[in-house]
């Protein structure tokens, strides 16, 4: 139900901004998910269907952007991916000291937008980035 009530917020937000600009169609809701956020994105993206029913963005999508745990060594101060918890080790100096520098993100970075009643205009975008 996690996912559902993150479908539901999302939703708010682009009817939010749906309102706010008439004139503009939402048609799709761009997120970016971190490794370490536990979201379950098939759940994700029904709940999206569910919650976008019968509001302004019952057309727009949910796109999704995977985002790798990323650390970074504190003795070292390199950056790496690391494949998951377990996996913590700094691959060039093999300390155990890391910090988190991506991975834990739940973000709405933008809303793709078009003109109402006109499906051959270019798609138009708005940076919006908000925590969710
Ligand atoms: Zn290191």
Do not use: W
Not at 34 to 45: N, R, V
Not at 103 to 128: A, T, Y
């Amino acid at each position: 139900m996690h996912e559902l009530s993150i479908a539901l917020k999302l939703v708010d937000l682009a009817c939010e901004h749906a309102s706010s600009c008439q004139e503009m169609q939402v048609d799709a809701v761009h997120i970016a998910v971190g490794a370490l956020s536990h979201i379950h994105e098939p759940s994700l993206l029904s709940g999206f269907a569910i919650a976008r029913e019968g509001t302004l963005v019952s057309e727009a999508e949910l796109i999704i952007r995977q985002v790798p745990l990323v650390l970074a060594c504190t003795d070292c101060e390199r950056d790496f991916e690391s494949s998951g918890i377990q996996d913590l080790r700094c691959p060039v100096c093999h300390g155990y000291s890391t910090q988190v520098r991506h991975g834990n993100e739940l973000d709405l970075e933008f809303l793709s937008l078009r003109p109402r009643q006109d499906e051959n205009i270019s798609i138009g975008s708005v940076s919006n980035p908000a925590r969710i």
